[in-house]
């Protein structure tokens, strides 16, 4: 088991940035792959980027160019930038850790088993 802890979310204006920070603990070893992930008010958890083992790395179209996922294994951090914020980016964004041999897409959210609580991103 994963514990998954998500911080640095907040109220920023349109074209702005905000840097978001998954601090992870447990059985990391058991983790193929870790991706962030967002749900608006009325709107299905959608993939926003995430990044395996092997340092391959995805995003969503909607964030391409704007957003920026990194692991440090140092610090046991997951981080998102984000810059260029638009309205649109607003929502509960959340981390989460996909785990070897569970398989999936990176952006379908039945591929992992292990998520954070959450942290609000409000863009205005």
């Known amino acids: 088991h994963v514990q998954l802890v998500e911080s640095g979310g907040g109220s920023v204006q349109v074209g702005g940035s905000l840097r978001l920070t998954c601090a992870y603990s447990?059985?990391?070893?058991?983790?193929?792959?870790w991706g962030w992930f967002r749900q608006a008010p009325g709107k299905q958890r959608e993939g926003v980027a995430a990044?395996?083992?092997?340092?391959?790395?995805d995003y969503a179209d909607s964030v391409k160019g704007r957003f920026t996922i990194s692991r440090d294994t140092a610090k046991n951090t997951l981080d998102l930038q984000m810059n260029s914020l638009k309205p649109e980016d607003t929502a509960v964004y959340y981390c989460a850790a996909n785990p070897w041999g569970f398989g999936g897409r990176w952006y379908d959210r039945t591929s992992y088993n292990n998520w954070g609580q959450g942290t609000q991103v409000t863009v205005s």
């Open positions: 990044i395996n083992s092997d340092g391959g790395i």
């Open positions: 447990g059985n990391t070893f058991s983790v193929y792959s």
